[in-house]
Nanobody
């Protein structure tokens, strides 16, 4: 069982940077794949980024080149660094995890554990 807690959301202006974090519980957190998804009001949940146990990352098309996912297993934390933020990045950001650690998948249905979400708002 893994519990996930996101932090670091907030209100920023377009072009700014923001880093959100996802702290996980459990001694085997380093064997989990972790993903970030986001959901804006009235829209479907969207894949943002994912990282597997070895640090291999995958990104959604809308954030490639602007966002970077990383993990620090000594802190049981996964980070999402967001640069050059745009108003369309406004959403609730959720982290998620699953135990098939080799697979940094982009499908929400692959993930078994979810955090409560953190709001990111980008003003124009």
């Amino acid at each position: 069982q893994v519990q996930l807690v996101e932090a670091g959301g907030g209100l920023v202006q377009a072009g700014d940077s923001l880093r959100v974090s996802c702290a996980g519980s459990g001694r085997t957190f380093d064997s989990y794949a972790v993903g970030w998804f986001r959901q804006a009001p009235g829209k479907e949940r969207e894949f943002v980024a994912a990282i597997n146990w070895s640090g291999t990352a995958a990104y959604g098309d809308s954030v490639k080149g602007r966002f970077t996912i990383s993990r620090d297993d000594t802190r049981r934390t996964v980070y999402l660094q967001m640069n050059s933020l745009k108003p369309e990045d406004t959403a609730v950001y959720y982290c998620a995890a699953h135990s098939r650690g080799w697979r940094a998948g982009d499908e929400a249905q692959d993930y078994d554990y979810w955090g409560q979400g953190t709001q990111v708002t980008v003003s124009s």
